[in-house]
């Protein structure tokens, strides 16, 4: 299966394609992954929601793997995600939403990150809930 193929499955899956098909077309979903800084998978050690929904969660963990850019595992990493509860109605946009009770109960993710102002920023929402660690990316650049 195609990376761009993977993606909108697990963008189907989260329940988000909607918004993003509103706003990019694949190919700048496809360009950020390709040139993004670092392709990371994350070990998340607590996530903090906003009160109230919608906002922005903060993950907090470890770089469990990297897959591309200059970092090592272990690094510490705050990465900051649009983030709603199902039950929050938000306008279509340029925001891609993550739901926030998802988050929490997850302990991986994948990423493809940029280093930003304040720390790692997330390259276009090219991120992704995992179950755990992989050897192998589980979205393709």
């Known amino acids: 299966m195609g990376g761009g ?3 909108v499955i697990l963008l189907l899956a989260a329940g988000i394609a909607p918004a993003a098909a509103q ?3 694949e190919r700048a979903f496809r360009d950020a992954r390709i040139k993004s800084e670092f ?3 994350i070990a ?12 922005i969660c903060t ?13 090592t595992k272990g690094t510490p990493i705050e990465l900051d995600l649009e983030c709603k509860r199902k039950t929050d ?9 993550i739901d926030s009770d998802q988050l929490v109960e997850a302990k991986h993710m994948e990423a493809f990150v940029n280093r930003g102002p304040y720390g790692f920023a ?9 179950a755990e660690p992989t050897e192998q990316p589980t979205i393709k650049p």
């Open 5 to 7: 193929r993977a993606l």
């Open 23 to 25: 706003t990019f077309p």
């Open 39 to 41: 392709h990371i998978q």
């Open 44 to 55: 998340i050690e607590r996530v903090k929601v906003p009160t109230p929904t919608p906002g």
């Open 59 to 71: 993950v907090y963990g470890k770089i469990e793997r990297v897959f591309r850019g200059p970092t």
């Open 89 to 97: 109605v938000v306008k279509p946009g340029s925001a891609i939403w």
């Open 122 to 130: 997330h390259a276009l929402w090219q991120h992704a809930i995992i």
